[in-house]
């Protein structure tokens, strides 16, 4: 076999303690592998800059049989914990004129991890801070009830719909909704995919390497005969613990022969999981990095920054990037969330074995098969008809009005069976905004009066996976439709209370004190799982906040 170089700033700190007698069972009742203890680091002054070490560490085959592998690595570095979770956190969107501003463009977002980090802090007592919010990735995380494609031809459909606001008298809520097609497992092309795990110190913990563990071990489950799998870990140095295989119980003796300790060279395992993923780049499949960590990187590559440059070169490549976020007290959410946008792939937080099962297991199809790449909304509201707007979330998807139509402007993608979901609030003209009128404001143009009928257009563009070029949607939402438009009812009510969720929790000013208790009436009972929780969390933050 061939060696493997190890690239990084530190020696590798994952010890490989042996072959697991037995695979886990099915991840729902999967217990989570023991926590080994990490070894010492060793003594910095052990060290001159100019030497080099070998050390040695076991790599489990795909037949299963453990090798000795010799890992070429420089110096050691001692980290430090910053002992506090990155967050970056953008302004609510403000309001806007129509008349000055009639346009407003954003990428989609398919992330998830907002919400199930939120749902952290709640179940355990504290409310999340506001900048760990992102209101998109709340609706996001549940489905909705849009029709399907009728077939492939466009890879999803688009659905418009109106609501009064039920917290801003006057004021209304349009809904857009998209929804992929579905594809059934046997149609999904083969997938090579690189776990890349971080098996330093700060993984310690039974919050994340054991959880991690149990994530991926129920991901391999998944797996059909077509498809491979590497491990990639990464701790003061990176290297590769199993070369490409579909076999279900040897991945998972590798998951479980795993333990952490050292500093965290991020940067040098994201770039050897990507020249893996290279190496055995399977064209027409899914090929993707899946990077589980709590994103404190500290030796290397290490600020997100630099991240995001390493990333952006390798997109172009075909290889996308997941990121699974695990862990509490040092976690880098910011770093998290930003690459795996970069990477053309989603952020996940899995909080738990069952979030684990749900963002691996029962939507694997939609987190590895692209329907959809560079999907971008652009809305243009009549001035003549909606005087003021806002763009509930989506706040760091933001982009100009003149990259919608740049095929060089990257955007979010869309998996098979996504669903992305966006909601303007907006005042029809005559109505009492939150902008009091201008005295010197122009009457709208006679473009803008000939076209009454019209409230808005929605466009939409986006690529087919294999196209360099983008194809565009166009449609218009009438005028009647703030006319005869109710209060929202069923699924639009479920989104709404949702929204407002998402608003409250980042103390949203122009929520006119609408608060837990309206969000819970407004949400309605529920018989789906997840939107159960949904209510409960609602409930729990209600009671911290006293209504």
Known sequence: MRAVRLVGMAALCAVIAGCASKAPEELAKAPPPPVMAPPPPAPVA??????????????????????????????????????????????????????????????????????????????????????????????????????KPKDRSQPFTVSTDVAKSPWNPGTYLMRIGLRGYDIDSDERPPANLVFLMDVSGSMNSPDKLPLVKTALAGLAGELSPQDRVSIVVYAG???????????????????????????????????????????????????????????????????????????????????????????????????????????????????????????????????????????????????????????????????????????????GDIGAGHQVTAIYEVVPVGSKGWIAPRKYEDAPAAAAQAKLAEAATVKLRYKLPTSDTSKLIEQVVASSAFKTAAAPQGDFAFAAAVAAYGQVLRGDELMQGFGFGEIGTLAGEQDNYWRQEFLRLNALAGSMKGG
């Open 237 to 411: 140095a990176a290297g590769l613990v199993l070369e490409p295989t579909n076999d279900t119980a040897t991945i998972r003796r590798a998951l479980d022969s795993l333990s952490a300790g050292g500093s965290t060279a991020g940067g040098a395992g994201i770039e050897l999981a990507y020249r893996i993923a290279e190496d055995n780049f399977i064209k027409g499949g899914v090929n993707r990095v899946i990077l589980a960590t709590d994103g404190d990187f500290n030796v290397g590559v290490s600020d997100t920054k630099a991240l995001i440059e390493l990333i952006e070169k390798k997109r172009d490549s075909g290889i996308t990037l997941t990121t699974l976020g695990f862990g509490q007290g040092n976690y880098n959410e910011a770093m998290m969330e930003q690459v795996a946008n970069k990477g053309n792939g989603n952020y996940a937080y899995i909080d738990s074995a069952l979030e684990a099962k749900k963002v691996l297991g029962e939507e694997m199809s939609s987190t590895l098969f692209t329907i959809a790449k560079d999907v971008k909304i652009q809305v243009e509201f009549n001035p003549a008809v909606i005087a003021q707007y806002r763009l509930v979330g989506y706040e760091n998807r933001a982009l100009r009005e003149e990259d919608f139509d740049n095929d060089r402007v990257d955007a």
């Open 46 to 147: 052990a060290y001159a800059p100019q030497d080099m070490v070998v050390v040695t560490g076991s790599r489990i085959s795909g037949d299963g049989v453990v090798a000795e592998r010799g890992y070429f690595v420089p110096p050691v570095m001692i980290a430090t914990d910053p002992g506090r979770e990155q967050y970056d956190g953008k302004e609510v969107s403000p309001v806007k004129l129509t008349a000055a501003e009639p346009v407003s463009t954003f990428s989609v977002d398919v992330d998830t991890g907002a919400y199930a980090n939120a749902r952290r802090f709640l179940t355990q007592g504290m409310m999340p801070p506001k900048d760990a919010v992102r209101t998109e990735e709340m609706i996001n995380y549940f489905r909705y009830d849009y029709a």
